[in-house]
């Protein structure tokens, strides 16, 4: 499947460099593409040169021009007259506001999923299968999601761990080794108490899996897998917080990917787990 270039942009886009914005412009404001766009033509009508196409082709990840140009060519088949996120307005009722709500974590998940690769998602399982420990990072409203994550993956037989505490956090991540996997959750990418944590397990070679919703951020480029959940900002949601939804199901599909190839292991924790939590039942 490919990837929606559009909403890939808008992830990237304020950590662009000027001449990368000047690209990303021309992009989100050309609906059609030609099947016949050469690199040349494209780094024309840009203003830039071709060298520089190439050097943003492959910041975003694509192989190469041609993979972009296919991103691009698959503009043509999204719909542009339903915006992504629908903005609240005090003349709204409060159905109406619910319906934005909705529509908005809607999109917000179809955008993120859009991102997602076979490839990113296969090396991040790959990383936690392989773990002695996975150990889970996150503050503020990331907390909430690395939170959700431990709650889950206390369902492996691998060993997790987690604390809500900053100081216990930074604790927790040099006790780490590259035999372990971490996960850290950061909405910006720029926090700087997350990028601390980020620096001590790159220290110790430890696997780093990153979610956030913005590409090219200073923990983006430390992840040695990133994956970004689309996300934003409005007048009464200046947190994105419709962002929190996208994080956590892609915990949530980390979580099942494990489960499924882990299937006896995983069946075998759950059993221990609700025969406990059924023993604190009343009958």
Do not use: W
């Not at 690209?23 to 040349?40: C, R, V």
């Not at 999109?107 to 490839?119: D, G, V, Y």
């Not at 099942?256 to 059924?278: C, H, W, Y």
């Amino acid at each position: 499947m490919t990837q929606n270039i559009d909403s890939l942009l808008r992830a990237y886009y304020t950590n662009l460099s000027e001449k990368y914005k000047q690209i990303a412009d021309y992009i989100l404001k050309t609906e059609h593409f030609n099947q016949s766009l050469t690199i040349q033509e494209f780094a024309a009508d840009c203003g830039v040169s071709t060298a520089t196409i190439s050097r943003f082709a492959k910041m975003l990840t694509f192989a190469n021009f041609q993979a972009l140009k296919m991103a691009l060519l698959a503009k043509q088949a999204i719909p542009t007259d339903n915006p992504l996120f629908h903005e609240i307005s005090n003349n709204d009722d409060y159905l109406t506001m619910a319906d934005k709500i909705f529509a908005s974590n809607t999109n917000a998940l179809k955008a993120t999923r859009s991102l997602l690769t076979e490839a990113q998602l296969r090396q991040a399982v790959d990383y936690i299968n392989q773990a002695k420990r996975l150990s889970l990072f996150g503050l503020g409203a990331s907390g909430i999601v690395a939170q959700d994550g431990y709650h889950k993956f206390l369902r492996t037989a691998i060993p997790t761990v987690y604390s809500q505490d900053y100081h216990l956090q930074l604790m927790q991540a040099t006790q780490l080794t590259e035999q372990d996997c971490a996960l850290i959750i950061s909405h910006s990418g720029q926090n700087k108490d997350a990028l601390e944590i980020a620096r001590i397990l790159k220290e110790r070679h430890v696997p780093l899996i990153v979610i956030t919703s913005f590409g090219n951020s200073t923990l983006a480029k430390l992840g040695d897998v990133t994956l970004l959940s689309i996300s934003e900002e409005t007048n009464y949601r200046a947190e994105a917080l419709h962002a929190l939804i996208a994080q956590i199901s892609i915990v949530d599909s980390l979580f099942m990917m494990l489960a499924v190839n882990n299937g006896p292991q995983t069946e075998q924790s759950f059993k221990a787990i609700r025969t406990e939590i059924d023993r604190t039942r009343q009958k």
